[in-house]
């Protein structure tokens, strides 16, 4: 039997029997829970589970594209074919259509599937997991569209269309054109390219190859636009340095690539570092004296190649009529002949005979062009022998002197055009090229020779744009320098010129090369990967009612 005292103290003064739920106390708990700020999401946490739940269904809904085209393309269908066709005939509006292979097959229940394993995927609680989300679903199908790369098509085709579709969807949120601004913001943001912050201004490897030949020649001096080969920043560059107050950074920087390329020219004769009449001539004494005091202490040896090389010469002209042969090759072959009966021809007579064969063939170069090959074929015959006929310790002083003088004369050529800085002693690429094509088209053609990648890098980097830029440079500061009295053209002007904007501009900051190409910044337009991008929009338009209910 029960002790009336004992239960009535276990009551005690709540009046709660063992066991019983205290309302007392059950009020005050919901009061106090009331008063407790509600516990907000953990951003970091839902941003990670909302981009892979986002990967996930990206990845489910490459397979099952077909199947929610299908059961999206079934209910437009009915809403605005079928249904209306009923309404004409005063029918009553059938039930819509659900095909079981396309729901079996669709994202939805491929979707439900992977969660009877690996639980309900999670659903953004925030608006930073909403747009991580987005960029998950968005990523698989641009990474497995083909063409261009991994890197670049999850940035160009992934990350930015996500980002701008979630934009523009948080702005229509609700509204019944929400997808559809989402599929338009989306493909739009793919037709700039986002790597293109990091190389602005892609440039081809033939033109990079260039750069490291000028750099290789001591012309460090060149422009952004230049490198790049970009005529609309050279254009730019061209108009704001030009700016009163701007500094004229471009055309100091091209002045002083103008004089390094002289100077590498110059080089290759052993000259000065300009082009002037003074020391070409001095050069040309120079080489004069060097080719007299090798030749005046050695003779040349008439070997068995040597014999070959003139009988080559000779049979070649000898194809000529014999109407058309001038007697003067068969003239120099009886010169030749009684000092290779001698075993020796003398230096200074050797030196006679290669400089008139040299000048005859120059003079004849036009109005007899088969006679000065061969007149030239002659005298390289005549050097070739001189110079296996050198002692060992004099033969590098015979081959400088040959190869300064080939430059010498490229270069006399190259000074002798006009223009105002040929003028005034400069080798200019235009007039160098022209030079070194009218010795040998040929050679210069197939690179060869000590000009031709000199001449060639030259005429692609450092040739004048086509005008003076008068118009453009009117066009893009008349209005800046009237409204602002010449401030914010001259502080563009010397920005643009500013060497770390030079170097941006130009790709050479540290790595930006190789992560402008990881990103895809010279990459063409990805046609598959954009209509990767209007399939999954069809896709969210598919499941958008399903996810309602």
């Known amino acids: 039997m029960a002790d009336p005292w004992a239960e009535f103290t276990a009551v005690g003064t709540s009046g709660k029997k063992p066991g019983e739920v205290d309302p007392w106390a059950e009020f005050t708990s919901a009061a106090s829970k009331k008063d407790e700020p509600a516990k907000q999401p953990d951003v970091a946490y839902d941003m990670a589970a909302s981009g892979a739940a986002g990967l996930a269904q990206g990845a489910i809904g490459l397979p099952a594209a077909p199947a929610d085209i299908g059961n999206l393309a079934q209910r437009g269908f009915d809403k605005f074919i079928f249904n209306p066709l009923l309404r004409l005939t005063g029918q009553p509006e059938a039930q819509p259509y659900e095909s079981k292979l396309f729901?079996?097959?669709?994202?939805?229940?491929?979707?439900?599937?992977?969660?009877?394993?690996?639980?309900?995927?999670?659903?953004?609680?925030?608006?930073?997991?909403?747009?991580?989300?987005?960029?998950?679903?968005?990523?698989?199908?641009?990474?497995?569209?083909?063409?261009?790369?991994?890197?670049?098509?999850?940035?160009?085709?992934?990350?930015?269309p996500a980002i701008a579709a979630e934009t523009a969807g948080q702005s229509a949120k609700g509204e019944w054109y929400e997808p559809y601004v989402r599929a338009a913001a989306g493909v739009g943001a793919t037709l700039i390219n986002p790597a293109r912050i990091i190389t602005p201004m892609p440039t081809t490897e033939t033109r990079r190859q260039f750069v490291d030949t000028l750099r290789n020649e001591g012309v460090t001096s060149l422009t952004a636009g230049q490198k790049?080969?970009?005529?609309?920043?050279?254009?730019?560059?061209?108009?704001?340095?030009?700016?009163?107050?701007?500094?004229?950074?471009?055309?100091?920087?091209?002045?002083?690539?103008?004089?390094?390329?002289?100077?590498?020219?110059?080089?290759?004769?052993?000259?000065?570092?300009?082009?002037?009449?003074?020391?070409?001539?001095?050069?040309?004494?120079?080489?004069g004296n060097e080719f007299e005091r090798l030749s005046s202490q050695h003779n040349m040896l008439p070997d068995n190649q040597f014999i070959?090389?003139?009988?080559?010469?000779?049979?070649?002209?000898?194809?000529?009529?014999?109407?058309?042969?001038?007697?003067m090759v068969q003239g120099y072959i009886d010169d030749?002949?009684?000092?290779?009966?001698?075993?020796?021809?003398?230096?200074?007579?050797?030196?006679?005979?290669?400089?008139?064969?040299?000048?005859?063939?120059?003079?004849?170069?036009?109005?007899?062009?088969?006679?000065?090959?061969?007149?030239?074929?002659?005298?390289?015959?005549?050097?070739?022998?001189?110079?296996?006929?050198i002692p060992a310790e004099e033969q590098q002083a015979?081959?400088?002197?040959?190869?300064?003088?080939?430059?010498?004369?490229?270069?006399e050529k190259a000074a002798s055009r006009a223009g105002e800085a040929a003028a005034e002693g400069q080798i200019t690429p235009t007039n160098l090229r022209n030079a070194v094509?009218?010795?040998?088209?040929?050679?210069?053609?197939?690179?060869?020779?000590?000009?031709?990648?000199?001449?060639?890098?030259?005429?692609?980097?450092?040739?004048?744009?086509?005008?003076?830029?008068?118009?453009?440079?009117?066009?893009?500061?008349?209005?800046?320098?009237?409204?602002?009295?010449?401030?914010?053209?001259?502080?563009?002007?010397?920005?643009?010129?500013?060497?770390?904007?030079?170097?941006?501009?130009?790709?050479?900051?540290?790595?930006?090369?190789?992560?402008?190409?990881?990103?895809?910044?010279?990459?063409?337009?990805?046609?598959?990967?954009?209509?990767?991008?209007?399939?999954?929009?069809?896709?969210?338009?598919?499941?958008?009612?399903?996810?309602?209910?």
Do not use: C
Request: proline share 5%.
């Open 398 to 411: 015979w081959q400088t002197a040959r190869r300064e003088y080939g430059a010498q004369k490229v270069l």
């Open 103 to 160: 729901n079996k097959l669709g994202s939805q229940n491929l979707q439900k599937q992977v969660e009877k394993v690996t639980g309900e995927f999670h659903k953004p609680e925030t608006l930073a997991g909403e747009y991580a989300h987005t960029i998950g679903q968005t990523i698989p199908g641009a990474i497995t569209a083909p063409g261009g790369g991994v890197v670049g098509n999850a940035l160009r085709y992934g990350v930015t």
């Open 228 to 287: 790049t080969g970009n005529e609309s920043l050279r254009y730019l560059e061209s108009a704001s340095s030009a700016a009163p107050g701007a500094g004229h950074g471009a055309a100091k920087i091209q002045g002083q690539g103008g004089q390094q390329f002289t100077e590498a020219a110059m080089r290759r004769a052993g000259a000065g570092s300009d082009a002037t009449p003074e020391v070409l001539g001095a050069n040309q004494r120079r080489l």
């Open 437 to 549: 094509a009218g010795e040998n088209r040929g050679a210069y053609a197939r690179g060869e020779g000590d000009f031709s990648d000199l001449a060639r890098a030259g005429a692609a980097m450092m040739t004048p744009l086509p005008n003076s830029g008068t118009a453009q440079r009117l066009n893009a500061f008349n209005l800046l320098n009237s409204a602002t009295l010449g401030v914010v053209p001259a502080v563009t002007g010397r920005a643009l010129m500013s060497r770390p904007a030079q170097a941006y501009l130009a790709n050479e900051l540290p790595g930006q090369r190789y992560v402008g190409q990881l990103l895809g910044a010279n990459a063409p337009d990805n046609i598959a990967a954009r209509k990767m991008l209007l399939i999954q929009a069809l896709q969210r338009q598919a499941n958008q009612p399903a996810q309602g209910q």
């Open 308 to 327: 070959n090389d003139i009988t080559d010469a000779v049979r070649n002209y000898r194809n000529v009529p014999n109407s058309q042969q001038r007697a």
């Open 336 to 389: 030749i002949i009684p000092h290779v009966n001698n075993g020796t021809m003398p230096g200074p007579m050797y030196q006679e005979m290669r400089s008139r064969l040299s000048r005859q063939a120059n003079s004849l170069r036009q109005s007899d062009p088969t006679l000065a090959e061969a007149l030239r074929d002659m005298r390289n015959s005549l050097d070739n022998a001189m110079s296996r006929s």
